[in-house]
Nanobody, 116 residues
Framework: VQLQASGGGLVQAGGSLRLSCAASGSIFSINYMGWYRQAPGKLRELVARISSSGITNYAESVKGRFTISRDNGKNTIDLQMDSLKPEDTAVYYC???????????WGQGTQVTVSS
């Protein structure tokens, strides 16, 4: 499975950004796709995840501000990030996995920087 992420960049606090991730390869068994992030000196954490049936999970810190969506036909996911805060600054990674207990596959990271 290969994951190609796009989007990210620099934005002022309160602004919006959209991340996209396209999956290719042996994706027939992929049930979950999502976004993780890692800030300097911190562990990588789940931001949002969506199942093939559309069930979503969000980190508490992003609930109400971020929205994850999935197009099963195109094998893509998007993460709409609104009301961004400086603490959202991190490298964001796309992830795809068969089950929630797997590590799965990772895309290249994309930098999101929110200035105050």
């Amino acid at each position: 499975v290969q994951l190609q992420a796009s989007g990210g960049g620099l934005v002022q606090a309160g602004g919006s950004l959209r991340l996209s991730c396209a999956a290719s390869g042996s994706i027939f068994s992929i049930n979950y796709m999502g976004w993780y992030r890692q800030a300097p000196g911190k562990l990588r954490e789940l931001v949002a995840r969506i199942s093939s049936s559309g069930i979503t999970n969000y980190a508490e810190s992003v609930k109400g501000r971020f929205t994850i969506s999935r197009d099963n036909g195109k094998n893509t996911i998007d993460l709409q990030m609104d009301s961004l805060k400086p603490e959202d600054t991190a490298v964001y990674y796309c992830n795809a996995r068969r089950s929630t207990i797997e590590i799965g596959y990772w895309g290249q990271g994309t930098q999101v920087t929110v200035s105050s």
